[in-house]
């Protein structure tokens, strides 16, 4: 017998994987490391000062109701100025009954996929995706069908093909998971037509959209481009928003857009899982908000990211000339293409050892693929970190080139 | 064919129940009603000017990184801060590998749940128990064998022979779980020997126990309890505590102890559920116990709700004499016993039209039972309205009394 207790753990905790992004948050603490690797924004981005006052004047104007349990649902006046938010921005139209408040949108996916998966159940995503997507279906034992994307999203013919295969087969997906606006990792945007066709065959096989956005406000390239969900007419796509790369992730709110009855099951869900979302965090977004501050913060994140990204990709272009990239239209990351020969995820020790980190493209592959690829991050590192970081990587690169 | 899509949900969303409690928290808006329903600290406890305080004296210190992601394990200062806590307070040893800090100890339950159910597993609770843990487990699909707890907890010999009969149906327990200090919602506490005894059955059958200590520190009748914890000689015990009674739930943060390789599988379900606890709130409360103030606010708080609860059972014994009760020796909860007459589930729209809210003691029992009970709050109201919703009260139970 052991000298202690061992635990068995469930079929899901043994389905999990821990996120190679998230194990690499811990190398951020090593201050000789440049991290390209996390989804960090930039140190600069936040703004502080205002975040401050606002804190203040909220303390000083609700006392001890901004260190009270809220409602489950979320703070109605945030839920509120979060639809005229989205009506502002986008013509987005929503009723506050609409509207959960979560802690992150990663949490709106968790809720989301807690109310509606059984175990082996399928799932359609982009190929690559967003790498807490895959982490978030393995832990409810989805089967997970990625699709590929090149630079104009989901093939719709491929998709209705997918999906008819899957109906065939006794398994029909639960719903498609997209980010269609500057998606994560490869930075593409879906055009208008290309998601109505979309749109089309998920209504051709009654399937619900999941949208996550938490780029698209955090677009600089000076198209106007709006939700999936503006088109959708019949209530299928669930929308996921966040404040995290456009006021603070560490105050770890999002939320979910959705028909009032996913909204009230997700709330049942919330109430089990962790009671109510931080109760200061969305007393300040709510003000941040309504004060219009929110609108400036934006142009503000948008101009930082955009020089950041531009100074990445000078950089690149004269130091790593090897590396393919479209230029993203916005959000914080760049997606690099290598020639065959450069396998990123064996090379990533040795980019470690000269203290610079990426995430290898295969962690965004729910199956095979991205062995050449790359993501960057360019919202956290300074100016010089950046230049500096991309030198450290092209050393890597042109060693690893060397070595066949 | 509907106008709209319609959502099929998972088995797990259909097992699910609103809680009672939490509905009611939206009562709690209607500023006529006195709420005993909700398990709300007294605005009067929270340490305002202090927290006011630490907040900005923390961004002025630490800038960005109060608003950045953290690790998912937590922020390491606050992981230390707790094990010094919980070996001053109480002299249980752990290292801050031990420790994963969490959205609330509700969500510490939920992801203890995640790396440990299956459908379908059996997990042994006390009878009543904590409403939000029978959410929980229904939300796993679990099934709960609750086991009567009179006024001293499980009976040994009978958890034995539960477990056996468990075992014999090839359905062994995956927990005990227990609330041994300050019991939601009986308010008793599990003596030493008792808990000598139980740990014994769990040993014997190799099993984990699950301790949930919200209210351990609340204690005013001047015994010093230890956590269960203390005796886990086998490693066997997850401890869960909360910050959300002695500093604020709003902040959302409380932690789990446990195995080195339970916290690791816990961190890596939380990175897919939602990546981070809130930043802020850790620098915040790390600091609140480093400097000591946490001490202090323990022995506010303990005097605030002794106080409360001389209020309430004064007013009940006064107003009305046919409830039974154990005078709870901290905490913030009295359970209530009446007649058999007396049916509180169907009483409580009466109390509602009375503007008088509690919870109805059925739902502490994850099966049948409790019909003639009531769990009552007295944290939160005012003194002038724990007298005036005990009158409400009474007048209540008189009318229903009167009616047989």
Known sequence: M?????????????????SAIRDMMKL?????????????????????????????????????SVFQYGTTEGYTPLRESICDLMYHIYGLSASP????????SQQALYLLCKVLLNPGD??????????????????FMAEIHPLAIGNSGMDPVELDKKICE???????????????????????????SRRKAIYSVASK??????EDDPYGMIRYDNKHVVPFKNIDTEKRIVYLGSFSKTVSPGMRTGWLNAQEETVRRCTIAKQGEDTCSHTMSQFVIHEFIDTGSIYEQIERVKKIYRDKRDLMTDAIDRIIPSALYETPGGGLFLWLKFPENINTMTMHE?????????????????????????????????????????????????EESAKQ
């Open 350 to 398: 040795k980019a470690l050892k000269r203290n610079v980190a990426y995430v290898s493209g295969n962690s965004f592959y729910p199956g095979q693929g991205g062995e050449n690829e790359m993501r960057l991050n360019f919202s956290f590192s300074s100016p010089s970190d950046i230049e500096e970081g991309i030198m450290r990587l092209g050393e890597v690169i042109e």
């Open 166 to 192: 899957l109906i065939i087969a006794g398994k029909k997906p639960r719903f498609i998971y997209t980010i269609p606006s500057i998606h994560n990792p490869t930075g593409i945007t879906v055009d208008n």
């Open 122 to 139: 399928a799932v359609i995503t982009e190929n690559p995706t967003f790498v807490g997507a895959i982490s978030c279906f393995r832990s």
């Open 28 to 64: 951020t603490g090593n201050p000789q490391m440049i991290s390209f690797a996390g989804g960090l924004p930039g140190p600069e981005a936040f703004p502080l000062e205002e975040l401050k006052d606002i804190i203040d004047r909220t303390i000083a104007e609700h006392g001890s």
């Open 205 to 210: 096989h009654d399937l619900m959209i999941v």
């Open 97 to 104: 009954d609409n509207i959960l408040v979560t802690s992150g």
């Open 2 to 18: 052991n000298d202690h207790y061992t635990p068995v753990y469930s079929h899901s905790s043994l389905n999990m994987k821990s």
